[in-house]
């Protein structure tokens, strides 16, 4: 709980937020320049410092370096004392608790760094010990190379120790090296240190460089997590040190912690140029819901086909042709690395057209084994009369025959060489031959409840659009009772669901997963702060369509922080709202 630290933006684990200062900076960032050690409390008893608003005071404190035993942990366990001024409380990686301070100071960042597991422990238990809304804070061990993936584990705050001892050593560090000044010709930086012949740089140059571009590094990371694309940058640059990917991928399995932080939609494109894309939370929960949530409502047989690189895939010139070929005779279903099962319904919910691929022609083995997990889960749960696969032969077809092997089915495939060619598509049309078409109601109706399922739960779509009627062209669908009144409308640039108060309360009233944040006695108008939150269901996360209660007023809008965080915080806006009304 924090008067003096605020989040303003999320990209996971990683967040640009505003320390409080005097001087407001943003973090992630330096602070060497406004922090001030009140001292250790092993060489001296020390009285409570006279902070004020202008630095962020570390409080007297006793520090525990990895590999201490719990029970000296325990017993020289400070109290520290309630002040009224940004403070930081030290605290031991594993012993983590809320001192009501506004950041934590790891003290075994040292025995941890260079290790990735033990990276991926420290980082996940210390969040998970204190406050959601207070800073964590890693010293003496941010370089330009590992400062990246640092913000992408959740780490907020960074001092210039690392890189001025190395400077100090002859060490010049760069985003990907840590070279010695002997071994450089020239200088491969255009920072002002850098701005003289190489003969007469001396280390004290160095030690300015190794700080410019650690400062830039961080500049870079803060643009990143705005954009919502830190993950992107990370999976390159974790490339740099054997134990930067180890720590990437440790994370990755971390689902609890890396989902719960993680939004459901954003506008930024996922570029999967590396197989590390397959393990991204994003990709992950997306063939979670569509296997555990989403149930095919057709009665026809089930049609797939290959990803486009145009998003949404219906509008590629590809599609296009399978569309006429199928004239809605059947269920069309996308097979796509890293994405791995598409169902029509489902094209432009986030992030089913929001990623691009590298393409090559050939699928990895990852990819393949990802995709036929993801296509053998979905076939397990819905049932079709017959299965055709119009798919290419280079990875699709491998899939799909893997998956056909694997649950005894009897698939046809109507691909001679490739999926456009006319030969192939008189194939698809042949193998529908006598299939009745579905209507554009069925079509349009079975869309909006396949999001519901997608976005609150299995069943959710029958139990909020049992009987409605839908007006207006796809992807703008409106969602209205028999009665005209509008009750939610489909959100083409994420494929989601935005809810009117009629709609909002049908949701309360239905047995469809309600996620709703409990405010205090007032109107919110237009978004809803931390402070006035009393509760939140701890299934919301960033982007979410919540339900906004209280004994004042009723209301629906989207979450701008999780749960848990929202439930917390005592800054920051927890949620939009888009409609309320006053009870």
């Known amino acids: 709980m924090t008067d003096y630290f605020e989040v303003h933006a999320r990209d996971g684990a990683a967040r640009v937020g505003e320390l409080r200062l005097e001087e407001p900076r943003s973090t992630p960032a330096l602070v060497d320049h406004v922090?001030?050690?009140?001292?250790?409390?092993?060489?001296?008893?020390?009285?409570?410092?006279?902070?004020?608003?202008?630095?962020?005071?570390?409080?007297?404190?006793?520090?525990?370096?990895?590999?201490?035993?719990?029970?000296?942990?325990?017993?020289?366990?400070?109290?520290?004392?309630?002040?009224d001024?940004?403070?930081?409380?030290?605290?031991?990686?594993?012993?983590?608790?809320?001192?009501?301070?506004?950041?934590?100071?790891?003290?075994?960042?040292?025995?941890?760094?260079?290790?990735?597991?033990?990276?991926?422990?420290?980082?996940?238990?210390?969040?998970?010990?204190?406050?959601?809304?207070?800073?964590?804070?890693?010293?003496?061990?941010?370089?330009?190379?590992?400062?990246?993936?640092?913000?992408?584990?959740?780490?907020?705050?960074?001092?210039?120790t690392a890189a001025v001892v190395r400077g100090t050593e002859g060490r010049y560090l760069t985003t990907d090296d840590a070279y010695f000044l002997e071994d450089l010709e020239e200088l491969p930086c255009a920072c002002s240190a850098c701005q003289q012949p190489r003969e007469e740089?001396?280390?004290?140059?160095?030690?300015?460089?190794?700080?410019?571009?650690?400062?830039?590094?961080?500049?870079?990371?803060?643009?990143?997590?705005?954009?919502?694309?830190?993950?992107?940058?990370?999976?390159?640059?974790?490339?740099?040190?054997?134990?930067?990917?180890?720590?990437?991928?440790?994370?990755d399995s971390q689902w609890g912690y890396l989902e719960e932080r993680t939004p459901i939609l954003r506008d930024a494109q996922i570029d999967a140029a590396t197989e590390d894309t397959l393990r991204r939370v994003e990709i992950q929960r997306y063939a979670d819901r569509v296997t555990t949530r989403y149930r095919n409502r057709f009665d026809n047989p089930l049609v797939l086909v290959p990803c486009s690189a145009a998003k949404p895939y219906s509008e590629s010139q590809s599609h296009r042709q399978f569309h006429d070929a199928i004239q809605f005779r059947a269920h069309l279903v996308s097979m796509t690395s890293p994405i791995g099962v598409v169902p029509q319904e489902l094209e432009t919910t986030y992030p089913a057209q929001h990623y691009d691929t590298v393409v090559t022609g050939r699928w990895s083995e990852d990819e393949k084994r990802?995709?036929?997990?993801?296509?053998?889960?979905?076939?397990?749960?819905?049932?079709?009369?017959?299965?055709?696969?119009h798919v290419p032969d280079e990875g699709y077809r491998d899939i799909v025959e893997r998956v056909e092997a694997e649950l005894d089915l009897d698939i046809t495939y109507t691909v001679e060489e490739h999926p456009t060619d006319t030969e192939s598509l008189a194939n698809l049309q042949r193998a529908l031959s006598g299939e009745l078409k579905y209507s554009k109601r069925e079509r349009e109706h079975n869309t909006v409840?396949?999001?519901?399922?997608?976005?609150?739960?299995?069943?959710?779509?029958?139990?909020?659009?049992?009987?409605?009627?839908?007006?207006?062209?796809?992807?703008?669908?409106?969602v209205r009772d028999r009665d005209e009144t509008q009750l939610a409308t489909m959100v083409p640039q994420y494929g989601t669901l935005s809810f009117t108060l009629e709609g909002a309360k049908l949701w309360v009233d239905s047995d469809?997963?309600?996620?709703?944040?409990?405010?205090?006695?007032?109107?919110?108008?237009?978004?809803?702060?931390?402070?006035?939150?009393?509760?939140?269901?701890?299934?919301?996360r960033v982007g979410d369509e919540v339900v906004v209660e209280g004994p004042k007023a009723f209301g629906v809008g989207r979450a701008e922080m999780f749960g848990r965080e929202m439930a917390e915080s005592t800054r920051g806006i927890a949620c939009e709202i888009r409609h309320v009304e006053e009870k």
Not at 36 to 50: I, M, Y
Not at 214 to 233: H, P, T
Request: aromatic share 8%; glycine share 8%; hydrophobic share 40%.
């Open 449 to 478: 409840r396949a999001i519901a399922d997608y976005l609150l739960g299995d069943g959710a779509g029958d139990d909020l659009f049992e009987d409605i009627r839908t007006t207006s062209r796809y992807p703008k669908i409106q």
């Open 35 to 83: 922090l001030e050690d009140a001292g250790s409390l092993w060489s001296a008893e020390r009285g409570v410092p006279e902070g004020d608003d202008s630095r962020l005071t570390v409080l007297p404190h006793r520090g525990f370096p990895g590999g201490t035993a719990d029970e000296v942990k325990e017993s020289f366990a400070v109290e520290y004392p309630d002040v």
């Open 370 to 389: 990802f995709v036929s997990q993801v296509l053998e889960r979905y076939l397990e749960r819905n049932e079709y009369p017959e299965i055709i696969a």
């Open 512 to 540: 469809a997963p309600t996620k709703r944040v409990e405010i205090d006695g007032f109107v919110p108008h237009g978004s809803v702060l931390a402070p006035g939150v009393v509760d939140a269901d701890e299934e919301i």
């Open 85 to 160: 001024y940004p403070s930081v409380a030290v605290v031991s990686s594993d012993h983590a608790d809320d001192h009501g301070t506004d950041a934590y100071a790891v003290s075994d960042v040292q025995s941890i760094t260079g290790h990735g597991a033990a990276l991926v422990e420290a980082v996940v238990e210390a969040r998970e010990a204190i406050p959601t809304d207070t800073a964590l804070y890693f010293s003496g061990v941010a370089t330009p190379r590992n400062v990246a993936v640092l913000a992408y584990a959740g780490v907020d705050l960074f001092d210039e």
């Open 201 to 251: 740089f001396t280390r004290e140059d160095c030690v300015e460089h190794n700080v410019n571009a650690l400062e830039a590094e961080l500049g870079i990371v803060r643009r990143r997590i705005r954009d919502g694309r830190l993950r992107d940058y990370v999976e390159g640059q974790a490339r740099q040190d054997q134990w930067l990917t180890a720590a990437m991928r440790g994370f």
